[in-house]
């Protein structure tokens, strides 16, 4: 799918977190990681009922796979081992990194 300047790739498969980011980076491309609350809206319309990873993890508190802080939304954690972000239709919570979701990669177009 495209979108102003980026395109993105909306897994249909599952894989834990490690593995997504593998296979985003494998196809010249990173796991989603949002840049405003206008592009996080548009997205939740083209999920299907599923939690997705996207590139969001908790290693001294919460950062997108750039290194920057997550800080234009709140994530959702009910446990100390939920150290990887997912996104659903709900919004941005945690979850443990061996979970089994499907994911969604994003890149520049060309």
């Not at 395109?7 to 997504?20: G, I, L």
């Not at 997205?43 to 950062?63: A, M, P, Q, T, V």
Request: aromatic share 14%; with cysteine.
């Amino acid at each position: 799918m495209r979108y102003g300047n980026h395109c993105y790739y909306f897994s249909v498969e599952k894989k834990d977190w490690n593995s997504s980011l593998e296979f985003c980076l494998a196809e010249d491309s990173h796991l989603l990681m949002f840049t405003d609350n206008q592009e996080m809206s548009l997205l939740k319309n083209f999920l299907r009922k599923d939690y997705y990873w996207i590139g969001l993890r908790n290693s001294s508190g919460w950062r997108w796979e750039d290194g920057s802080a997550l800080n234009h939304s709140s994530i959702l954690s009910n446990s100390l081992i939920q150290k990887c972000g997912t996104f659903s239709e709900a919004g941005l919570r945690a979850s443990s990194c061996e979970v089994l979701l499907p994911w969604v990669c994003e890149r520049v177009r060309r």
